[in-house]
């Protein structure tokens, strides 16, 4: 199936460094979404972004819808042990509902 | 806590035989979808239900089939089981079907449930 295009797959951060992650697709999406999924769990959602070149925070994480409506970036400031996890875009073309995710980013923090 | 429960959490089940998985939806949320996700991987679209039907669906074969009831809840079947079946399954609930509000259009999902063939 279709899936997006994130990049990096894995990183090792410090506690306390800066982390970035983006996702990209070969088609338009209207609403980008981006979640966290820790093993055995489900995806918890931690941004939602509906308008090209828009910019949301929730804590220390800020995420941007691209101006192409192509691409989303999600930064996580200042890390801590508990971001570690899996990082995964969702994009959705029409408002349904009915997302396509990324192949996600695996975080992991050193303390 | 999403408000979104799935059941069971964990089922092993042989080859050629037949599941259920259970859904309930987060309160007030109409729209229910599922998603299949393998090791590794991110999780893909199975179908979606909305007011008790179905409401578009991926790339899954017809041994793939649901069901939405009056409260919302959702069911998942699939018959004929293969190996590849194996995956956690995923429902997400959603505050709005069909024509959605383009700016309310979270989808929020349950702990999944873990199935594997043997």
């Known amino acids: 199936g279709q899936q997006l295009n994130q990049s990096p797959q894995s990183m090792f951060i410090q506690e306390g460094e800066d982390v970035s992650m983006n996702c990209t697709s070969s088609?338009?999406?209207?609403?980008w979404l981006w979640y966290k999924q820790d093993p055995g769990e489900g995806p918890v959602l931690l941004i939602a972004?509906?308008?090209?070149?828009e910019l949301t925070s929730n804590g220390r994480l800020t995420a941007q819808f691209g101006i192409t409506r192509k691409d989303s970036f999600l930064n996580i400031s200042a890390s801590i042990p508990s971001d570690v996890g899996i990082y995964f875009c969702a994009g959705d073309s029409g408002g349904t509902y009915k997302y396509i995710f990324g192949t996600g980013t695996r975080l992991k923090v050193l303390a | 806590e999403t408000g979104v429960t799935q059941s069971p959490t964990h089922l092993i089940k042989t080859r050629g035989q037949q599941v259920t998985l259970r859904c309930s939806s987060q309160?007030?949320?109409?729209?229910v979808s599922w998603y299949q996700q393998a090791l590794g991987q991110g999780p893909q679209f199975i179908f979606q239900y909305y007011r008790e039907e179905e409401n578009g669906r991926g790339n899954f074969p017809p041994r793939f089939s649901g069901l939405q009831f009056p409260n919302y809840s959702s069911e998942l079947n699939v018959n004929a089981l293969e190996l590849d079946d194996s995956a956690l399954y995923l429902c997400?609930?959603?505050?709005?079907?069909?024509?959605?509000?383009?700016?309310?259009?979270?989808?929020?999902f349950g702990q999944g449930t873990r199935l594997t063939v043997v």
């Open positions: 088609s338009i999406f209207n609403t």
């Open positions: 972004l509906y308008k090209a070149g």
């Open positions: 309160s007030g949320h109409n729209t």
């Open positions: 997400a609930s959603s505050p709005g079907g069909g024509i959605a509000n383009l700016m309310n259009t979270e989808a929020f």
